[in-house]
């Protein structure tokens, strides 16, 4: 099984960008899809973006279309998040995650990292 970290986090204000990484430990990173997860204060935790095994396959949540964008690096065990055009209620806590199972399937996340604060300002 896999660990995560995530880096990058921080205060930036409106229409700024911010790059999240993920590192994970192990040898069996390439085997798990991956996806970065974001929780508000006083809202639940939703999924913001995806992407499979090979890096193929991505998926983004509606209100991130066009501004955030996933990758990883199967070499270097890592999955990166840039965002851009960055706005007050992308504000949040924003978690890495693995599924063993296809990346679609946002209730096979069972690998968390410990998150990474972000702070959008007006």
């Known amino acids: 099984q896999v660990q995560l970290v995530e880096s990058g986090g921080g205060l930036v204000q409106a229409g700024g960008s911010l790059r999240l990484s993920c590192a994970a430990s192990g040898r069996t990173f390439n085997q798990y899809g991956m996806g970065w997860f974001r929780q508000a204060p006083g809202k639940e935790r939703t999924v913001v973006a995806a992407i499979s095994r090979s890096g193929s396959g991505t998926y983004y949540a509606e209100f991130v279309k066009g501004r955030f964008t996933i990758s990883r690096d199967n070499a270097k065990n890592t999955v990166i998040l840039q965002m851009n055009n960055l706005k007050p209620e992308d504000t949040a806590v924003y978690y890495c995650?693995?599924?063993?199972?296809?990346?679609?399937?946002?209730?096979?996340?069972?690998?968390w990292g410990q998150g990474t604060q972000v702070t959008v300002s007006s």
């Open positions: 995650a693995a599924n063993g199972g296809s990346f679609y399937s946002f209730q096979g996340y069972n690998v």
